[in-house]
C-alpha cells in the first residue's frame, strides 16, 4: 500500500512539473498561432513598417519596437550608474548600522508595484518635464525615467548581490596592502564579480522592456517615431494595454498578438543570455 | 602630487560619487513613498470601504467593489498556485534533484517569472475570454496564477534542498517511505521558508496590473460571480488616475496606498519568518 502511495506520489510532482515547461510552449504556440493571420498578411514588412492604422487595417509594429528599445536605453544609461553607485555605497561606504536597514529599504522598494510609479510619475514628474522641456510633458523621456527609477531598487539590489559575493578575505589583503577603497572595487570586487554584474544589468534590462504599468502612463500611445524625445512615443507594453481591450477586428487582434509574441521571444531571449552566460546559478549543496 | 596623493583622490572623488548616487536614488524613492503616503492618507476614510464605485462627482464612491474583487482574483491565483509550485518545487529538489530534466525545468521557471507579465494576460485572453466571449474574474486569476507558480516552485525548491539530508536519512531509516519522509519530515523542516515564499508570491501577483487589464478587465460595482468582469485594486488605481475626475483620482491615491501597504506588510513578514529561522 505505501508503495503505491509512494509511486502516485511521485509520478503526481513529476507530472506537474512536466506541465510548467508544457505550460510555457503552450504560451508560445498559443500566441504563434493567434499571429498567423498578421504574419501572413504583412510577413516581415510587421517588424519594418512604421504605419499603425486601426482604421484601415494597417499595421506596422516598428514604432512600438522603436518606442521599447530607446524608452529601455534611456531608463539603463540612467539607472546604471546610479545602482552601481548605490551598491557601492550599500557593499564598501555605508556603516555597519546603515547597511542592513539600507538595504532592507531599497529591497522593499523593489517590491512597490509598478502601477504606483506610473501614477507619480503621472501627476508629479510629467508637469516638471512639461515646464522644462514644453509640449505636454507625455513623452519618451518621461517613460524613460520613470522606467530608470523603476528598475533602480531591483538593479541596486541584484547589483550589490553579486559585488557581495567577493570573499572578504581579498576585500581584506588589498586594503593592508594600503589600497583605498576605490582601489578595492576597481581592483577586486568589480574583477572578481564582473560576470554577475553584467548579468544583473541585463537581467534588469529585461524586466524593463517588458514593464508595462509604469510606462503606460507617461508615454502617450503615440504611433510615430520622432527624433525628439519630448514627444509622446509608444512601446510593445503600451500599445497592448491600450489597444488590447479595444480592439475590433480579427487582423487587429492577431497583430497586437504578433506584439505579444515579439516581446515574449525579445525579453526570452534577454534573460536567457543573462541567465546562461553570466548568472550560472549556483546550487545549493 | 605625488602617486599616492593622485589615488587618496581620485578614491575620495568616487566615494563622494556614489555616495551622491545612493542619496539621489533614495531621495527619489523617499519622493514616491511621501507622495504616496501624503495622498493616499488624505483620500482615505470609512465610506471608501463601505461604498462601492460611483459615477465622478459623487461623493459616496468608495473601493468596496475593488477591494473584494482584489480579494477573490488573489484568493484563488493563491488556491491553484500555491499547491502546484509547491509540488512541482518538490519533484525538482526530492525526485528529480541534478537530474538534466530538473535542470531544464529550473532555467525555463526562472525565466518565466522574470517574463513581461503583459504577454501572460494575452495568452489568457487567448485561452480563456475569447473563447468564453467575456471577460471575467476566472481569466484573471487564472493569468495571476501562471504567474505565481515559477516565483513558489523556486522557494519551495531551494528551501527543500536547505533540509540537511541526515534528516532525510534518519526517517529512511525508521523504514518511512518517500512520500512519508518528504511530507511528515523535509516539508516540517522547510516550513518557514515555504511560507516565506507563499508570502513573497502572493505579493508579487498582487501588484500586478497588466494581466488584469483584459482578463479580469474593471467593473465599477461589487461582484462576486467570477465569470464576470471584475475590479481589482490595480486595475481601479489605472482607471482612476487617468480620468480627469478629481474624485476618482483621490480615490485612485487610496487604493494605490492600501495595495502598497498590503504589499509592504507581506513582504515584511516574509521576511521576519526567515529571520525567526535563522535565529533557532
Known amino acids: ?285 | 602630487m605625488t602617486h599616492t596623493q593622485k589615488r587618496i583622490l581620485i578614491n575620495n572623488i568616487v566615494m563622494v560619487l556614489s555616495t551622491l548616487s545612493a542619496i539621489i536614488g533614495i531621495c527619489f524613492l523617499l519622493w514616491i513613498l511621501s507622495v504616496l503616503v501624503a495622498n493616499g492618507l488624505d483620500a482615505i476614510s470609512a465610506t471608501i470601504f463601505m461604498q462601492e464605485g460611483a459615477p465622478p462627482g459623487n461623493i459616496n464612491g468608495g473601493l468596496k467593489h475593488a477591494l473584494i474583487g482584489q480579494l477573490i482574483i488573489v484568493s484563488y491565483a493563491t488556491l491553484f498556485g500555491v499547491p502546484f509550485g509547491i509540488l512541482a518545487g518538490t519533484y525538482l529538489s526530492e525526485y528529480g534533484q541534478k537530474s538534466k530534466l530538473a535542470e531544464i525545468i529550473r532555467d525555463i521557471s526562472d525565466i518565466m517569472m522574470s517574463a513581461p507579465s503583459i504577454v501572460i494576460g494575452a495568452f489568457v485572453y487567448a485561452i480563456v475570454v475569447a473563447p468564453m466571449g467575456h471577460f471575467s474574474g476566472w481569466a484573471g486569476s487564472i493569468a495571476l496564477t501562471i504567474i505565481m507558480i515559477p516565483i513558489i516552485l523556486r522557494t519551495t525548491d531551494d528551501m527543500l534542498q536547505l533540509v540537511p539530508s541526515t534528516l532525510r536519512e534518519a526517517a529512511f531509516a525508521l523504514g518511512a517511505p518517500k512520500y512519508k519522509v518528504i511530507i511528515q519530515v523535509v516539508y516540517r523542516g522547510a516550513k518557514a521558508g515555504i511560507l516565506t515564499g507563499i508570502l513573497l508570491g502572493v505579493a508579487r501577483v498582487a501588484g500586478e496590473t497588466a494581466p488584469l487589464l483584459f482578463t479580469s478587465f474593471n467593473n465599477n460595482f461589487l461582484n462576486t460571480n467570477m465569470s464576470e468582469p471584475m475590479a481589482s485594486l490595480t486595475v481601479t488605481i489605472y482607471n482612476y488616475a487617468t480620468s480627469p475626475y478629481e474624485d476618482w483620482q483621490k480615490l485612485g491615491w487610496a487604493a494605490a496606498f492600501i495595495l502598497s501597504m498590503f504589499i509592504l506588510t507581506l513582504n515584511i513578514l516574509g521576511r521576519l519568518f526567515l529571520l525567526k529561522k535563522k535565529g533557532k
Open chain 1, 1 to 285: 500500500m505505501n508503495n503505491f502511495i509512494d509511486k502516485v506520489f511521485a509520478h503526481s510532482t513529476k507530472i506537474i512539473a512536466l506541465v510548467v515547461l508544457l505550460l510555457v510552449a503552450w504560451i508560445f504556440v498559443v500566441l504563434f498561432e493567434h499571429s498567423l493571420e498578421s504574419i501572413k498578411a504583412f510577413g516581415f514588412s510587421f517588424i519594418v513598417d512604421t504605419k499603425w492604422a486601426p482604421n484601415l487595417e494597417k499595421f506596422g509594429a516598428f514604432p512600438a519596437i522603436y518606442g521599447s528599445v530607446i524608452s529601455t536605453f534611456l531608463a539603463m544609461i540612467m539607472a546604471v550608474p546610479v545602482s552601481i553607485g548605490i551598491a557601492i555605497f550599500l557593499s564598501e561606504i555605508a556603516h555597519v548600522k546603515l547597511k542592513t536597514p539600507a538595504g532592507i529599504s531599497i529591497e522593499l522598494l523593489a517590491a512597490i508595484p509598478s502601477v504606483i510609479y506610473g501614477m507619480w510619475g503621472l501627476f508629479y514628474f510629467v508637469p516638471i518635464i512639461r515646464d522644462i522641456f514644453g509640449g505636454i510633458g507625455i513623452s519618451m523621456l518621461t517613460a524613460g525615467i520613470v522606467l530608470s527609477i523603476m528598475i533602480l531598487p531591483f538593479m541596486a539590489a541584484v547589483t550589490r548581490d553579486a559585488m557581495n559575493t567577493t570573499p572578504d578575505i581579498l576585500k581584506e589583503s588589498a586594503y593592508a596592502l594600503g589600497g583605498t577603497k576605490w582601489d578595492v572595487v576597481k581592483d577586486i570586487i568589480i574583477p572578481y564579480a564582473k560576470a554577475g554584474i553584467i548579468g544583473s544589468f541585463i537581467l534588469a534590462l529585461g524586466r524593463a522592456i517588458g514593464e508595462t504599468m509604469a510606462v503606460t502612463f507617461v508615454m502617450g500611445n503615440v504611433h510615430k517615431i520622432s527624433a525628439d524625445l519630448t514627444q509622446p512615443a509608444t512601446s510593445i507594453p503600451v500599445t497592448l494595454a491600450n489597444e488590447f481591450a479595444e480592439a475590433d477586428s480579427t487582423l487587429y487582434y492577431s497583430s497586437l498578438f504578433e506584439l505579444s509574441l515579439l516581446l515574449l521571444v525579445i525579453s526570452f531571449s534577454i534573460i536567457s543570455i543573462a541567465k546562461f552566460y553570466f548568472l550560472r546559478r549556483k546550487r545549493i549543496a
